[in-house]
């Protein structure tokens, strides 16, 4: 079951203004419209509409508010949340370029990965690198809470930009072997033109034998 309330920043017992004010703070960062339709930003904005409309609507909201409670109560574990793997595909990427980001918890009832948001206990979400800060760095940062122990635990990846030029050396390196090829390939012909002349000669030497005796 969502955590409507979650979804917005807000306490369970925010006041409807309240409810107003985080719902227009975050639609305005995950609008589609401003971030160039992409689908992550159109997943978590229709999240954050549905838990809007569900909270300010007194009746949906009272029933809502009884499912929650009694999940909350059959569900959670007593454990210490755990992070059993939290990984990216690359460590290194060119501006624009798409990584993907794996994570698997333990005992965790509240999981938020930012930038993303609120995400699932265990799953994988492809994401584009658009900007890295002043030193080059992307951070990405796991945060797993069990919210019956008030206790959460936190685990970063740093994703580090990659230049244009970091290609070049390996591309000469492909070549490289290309080139040692092509080196033997000569080789190879000069010996063969060289074996075919002591050929010829050692046949006219025959010949000649052959003629005078």
Do not use: C
């Not at 007593?78 to 794996?102: C, D, H, M, Q």
């Not at 005992?107 to 994401?127: M, S, Y």
């Not at 050396?169 to 390939?185: A, D």
């Amino acid at each position: 079951m969502k955590d409507y309330y979650y979804f917005l920043g807000i306490p369970q017992n925010a006041s409807p203004e309240d409810i107003k004010k985080a719902y227009r703070k975050l639609s305005l960062k995950y609008h589609p419209d401003k971030n160039e339709n992409d689908d992550f930003f159109a997943d978590r904005f229709r999240e954050i509409r549905e838990a809007y409309e569900t909270l300010m609507d007194p009746e949906r909201k009272r029933m809502y508010d009884q499912n929650l409670s009694s999940q909350q109560r059959n569900v959670k574990s007593i454990l210490p949340p755990k992070i059993k793997n939290f990984s990216a595909s690359k460590i290194r990427a060119l501006k624009g370029e798409e990584i993907t980001v794996y994570w698997n918890t333990y005992d965790a009832d509240l999981v938020k990965i930012v930038p993303f948001g609120l995400e699932k206990p265990n799953g994988e979400r492809t994401i584009r690198i658009k900007e890295f800060d002043s030193q080059g760095n992307f951070q990405i940062l796991l945060h797993a809470t069990n919210t019956v122990l008030h206790k959460t635990v936190v685990q970063g990846i740093t994703i580090s930009e990659r230049s244009e030029t970091d290609l070049q050396p390996e591309e000469s390196n492909l070549q490289k072997p290309k080139e040692s090829l092509g080196k033997s390939q000569k080789k190879e012909t000069k010996l063969s033109g060289m074996v075919s002349v002591i050929i010829f000669l050692v046949l006219l030497v025959l010949i000649a034998w052959l003629i005078f005796n």
